[in-house]
């Protein structure tokens, strides 16, 4: 199961909750923008599961509003005002390129 489906009993059934959207297109960004950040953020960092529910609880509530707001009204248990930063900082970038050599 993944990580980024809410709950989801699998992943399929979190495809299907896009593929009834009219433009699933912008939710799916938004879910992209998350995982990359939550992936970014834990994978060099030996973090607590309270932690890491955290940091993906933060990056939902950056997707749903302000993120300005957000940041400066969260309350953290687990997560330093830095790690905030850098959660909103990677949730923030600019996607970049997948880059191949042609053969």
Not at 77 to 82: A, D, E, I, T
Request: glycine fraction near 6%.
């Amino acid at each position: 199961m993944s990580p980024f489906c809410g709950g989801l009993s699998s992943d399929t059934r979190g495809l299907d909750g896009f593929q009834r959207d009219v433009d699933p297109e912008p939710e799916i960004a938004i879910w992209e923008a998350m995982a990359t950040a939550y992936q970014t953020f834990t994978e060099k960092r030996s973090l607590s599961l309270d932690a890491k529910k955290e940091a993906f609880g933060f990056l939902l509530m950056l997707s749903a509003g302000d993120e300005q707001h957000t940041l400066s009204s969260v309350t953290l248990k687990h997560l330093s005002r830095v790690d905030a930063q850098e959660l909103l900082r990677l949730y923030l970038a600019a996607p970049q390129p997948v880059l191949y050599e042609k053969r």
